[in-house]
């Protein structure tokens, strides 16, 4: 694959709004080999990790007083207990969680202890307190649980369909590739169309 096609991404031939020639790639280009470039740039895109979602303000402390409620934990610990209660759907950075972990210190909600070389944190009965308090934590709510299902859905969904149609790249006459091709055009319209209500 040409490195300039490569680069031109969803708005280059057959993926944005105006590339009219569909799927069948650059003239003068047999079709078949049109639709394997087209397909493996499209799995090079899906193959990307899709950003997180940003989450509200405030949602780190709640995570933060959440996670602590349930027993001492360094930092990192905090960041990859995040990630994985919410299913990779969010990562916050140390640059939050580090200044979140020191305001909650300030107000005397946590304590640090050195512990095996690390700083450790922990509730004070204040912080206990306000964690009660705080209901759901944040990768509880629906906006985390839809993220988390949509990232890792749409780009297997997104990959299958590059694979599929490979495979009639591959091994298709040039009746079912120019059949492809059509199918592939309409469900391009129909994303364009999802994002445009």
């Not at 209901?135 to 906006?143: A, I, Q, Y």
Request: cysteine-free; hydrophobic content about 40%.
């Amino acid at each position: 694959m040409d490195n300039n096609y490569a680069s031109r991404g969803f708005g280059g031939p057959g993926f944005g709004p105006g590339g009219g020639r569909g799927f069948g790639g650059r003239p003068g280009m047999n079709p078949t080999a049109g639709l394997w470039e087209a397909m493996e740039h499209l799995r090079s895109v899906f193959d990307q990790r899709p950003q997180a979602p940003r989450m509200a303000r405030g949602d780190v402390r709640a995570a933060v007083l959440a996670l602590l409620a349930e027993q001492p934990m360094h930092g990192y610990q905090i960041i990859q207990e995040i990630e994985e209660r919410s299913g990779g759907s969010w990562k916050p950075s140390a640059g939050s969680v580090y200044p979140t972990l020191q305001l909650l210190a300030d107000e005397g909600l946590i304590e640090a202890a050195e512990q095996g070389g690390r700083k450790t944190y922990s509730l004070t009965e204040a912080g206990r307190a306000v964690a009660d308090e705080a209901g759901t934590p944040p990768w509880e709510g629906s906006g985390a649980r839809a993220g988390a299902a949509a990232f890792g859905a749409l780009p297997k969904a997104g990959v299958d369909l590059a694979g599929a149609a490979a495979q009639v790249a591959r091994t298709g006459t040039p009746e079912q590739v120019q059949q492809a091709i059509e199918v592939l055009d309409e469900a391009r319209r129909r994303l364009y169309a999802i994002l445009a209500d």
